[in-house]
């Protein structure tokens, strides 16, 4: 734990010193600018260069996923200052470690020729994840530079969605023949030299590379050399086909502790392999994206774009709240003669909203949750809706109770205590069946549940309480 505190705290002072070069770079070019001397153009030339050494001495001793970081903290002008130092051979690792929307501004700083050469530093599966992003000459031009077999792998890469195994898959993988001995599988590993990142196993396939086993490198050390293959290899292989979900892998990942995974198609012959890393990167980006879209956001703003993306990014949801808000208001105002009478209505009626969406928002979270991990079905759901109710009605009688004594002791005024105690358990109630509800009926019509719930289960809980309260109000004391 107190490594990563330490890292994080090096990545924020590093974050801190590019700053500061940045501006201090500007100040003295400012400063030369305006100084009147002879040979004015060669010495602001000179400090420019002597300036920008420091900064990008800094920046090359940093790893690509720490330079990314950076780029994406800093405004969009001094972004590019950055980019423009950053080493030609390590551009396209950068582009992979940003994200979408500072990936698509780096992206337009630069030129053909530039993109292609960045481009062609990555692997096949690296440049999937990246040609998404190029302009179509670039990535004809791409497609034009790979040989035969790459250009079909990156084809077949690019066919398979965002949230499909075939799109995180990677083609470096090592392959053996079961009929061989482990000493013979020994020396072709020393001939190849180095292995592919997170290899924890190699996979055994015939001569028409059909997945027949693996082989964990453990039992490969331990066992005696003289031993086949066959006799070592582990048929009970967890395998992925290309069209199976990310999700899915991704539990899988979790469930066995895997580092490595093949992926055959549907005649079992290898195609690629899944590896820890993708994986876990591709959790962090959901768990994003599920974060964002909670609050009706999109993943692909960035945090210095333009004020007019970002409202392009934000206003469809807005305008949403903005009818339920009006929605809200109108069932205020058929309650007005009410509140006219009872002024208290008017303070208390925000209480029982609030704690109404603040209970929603709770449920809402678990039901996505328990659909992301694939724990909500049918078989379930009538438990889970009986759950929810339970906890809502006995919240609602604690919490209702003790806002009614409040209630009493603040106007004196036991009927309105008792409104607030039902008031608060009938919201608490509305709540939790529109917590379970909403991700339910979104989930079945194909939508993204975690896409905007928290908004509409504030409007109906700001709603719905409104209604109650009020409702109750005017029943019981008028």
Request: no cysteine; hydrophobic share 50%.
């Amino acid at each position: 734990m107190a490594d990563i505190q330490e890292s994080k705290e090096s990545l924020q002072e590093s974050l801190q010193q590019v700053i500061t070069l940045l501006n201090k770079h500007k100040l003295i070019e400012g400063l030369v600018h305006k100084q009147d001397m002879p040979k004015q153009e060669l010495v602001e030339t000179l400090v420019h260069r002597q300036n920008l050494a420091e900064l990008q001495k800094k920046l090359d001793a940093l790893h690509p996923a720490d330079v990314a970081y950076i780029l994406e903290a800093l405004p969009l002008d001094q972004r590019l200052d950055v980019w423009e130092l950053v080493k030609a051979e390590r551009d396209g690792d950068i582009l992979l470690e940003v994200s979408d929307a500072v990936r698509q501004t780096l992206i337009a700083d630069m030129d053909s020729e530039e993109l292609l050469a960045a481009a062609e530093q990555l692997d096949t599966d690296e440049l999937a994840d990246l040609a998404p992003d190029l302009p179509k000459d670039v990535l004809q031009d791409l497609f034009e530079s790979l040989d035969a077999r790459n250009r079909e792998r990156l084809q077949s890469a690019l066919s398979y969605p965002d949230d499909a195994v075939g799109a995180l898959m990677d083609f470096d993988v090592v392959t053996i023949r079961e009929d061989i001995t482990l000493e013979v599988a020994l020396r072709y590993l020393r001939r190849i030299g180095s292995l592919p990142d997170h290899t924890d196993k190699l996979f055994v396939v015939d001569r028409h590379d059909v997945l027949r086993g693996v082989l964990p490198l453990k039992r490969l050390v331990v066992n005696d050399l003289d031993s086949g293959v066959a006799e070592i290899m582990a048929d009970d292989a967890v395998i992925f086909h290309p069209e199976d979900k990310a999700n899915d892998a991704a539990k899988a990942f979790e469930r066995y502790d895997l580092v490595t995974a093949p992926v055959v198609d549907e005649n079992n012959k290898l195609v690629g392999r899944l590896t820890v890393d993708t994986v876990m990167d591709f959790i962090r980006e959901e768990a994003e994206s599920d974060m964002l879209s909670l609050a009706g956001l999109r993943e692909d703003e960035d945090m210095f774009s333009s004020v007019w993306k970002a409202v392009q990014n934000r206003w469809t949801w807005l305008a949403i709240n903005l009818v339920t808000a009006f929605v809200a208001s109108r069932v205020i105002g058929a309650f007005e003669g009410s509140i006219e009478k009872i002024v208290a209505l008017a303070a208390l009626m925000p209480i029982v909203a609030g704690i109404g969406g603040n209970s929603g928002n709770q449920t809402i979270t678990m039901i996505v949750r328990g659909l992301a991990l694939g724990q909500v079905a049918s078989h379930n759901m009538k438990s889970l809706l009986q759950k929810e109710l339970g906890i809502a009605l006995l919240n609602g009688l604690i919490w209702g109770s003790v806002l009614g004594v409040v209630a009493y002791l603040l106007y004196d005024n036991v009927a309105l205590g008792m409104v607030m105690t039902a008031a608060m358990t009938l919201n608490l109630l509305l709540a939790s069946v529109m917590g379970v509800l909403i991700p339910l009926v979104m989930t079945k019509f194909g939508r993204d549940p975690a896409v905007g719930s928290s908004v509409l289960i504030t409007a109906m809980t700001d709603s719905g309480g409104f209604f109650i309260f009020l409702g109750l109000a005017t029943l019981i004391l008028l």
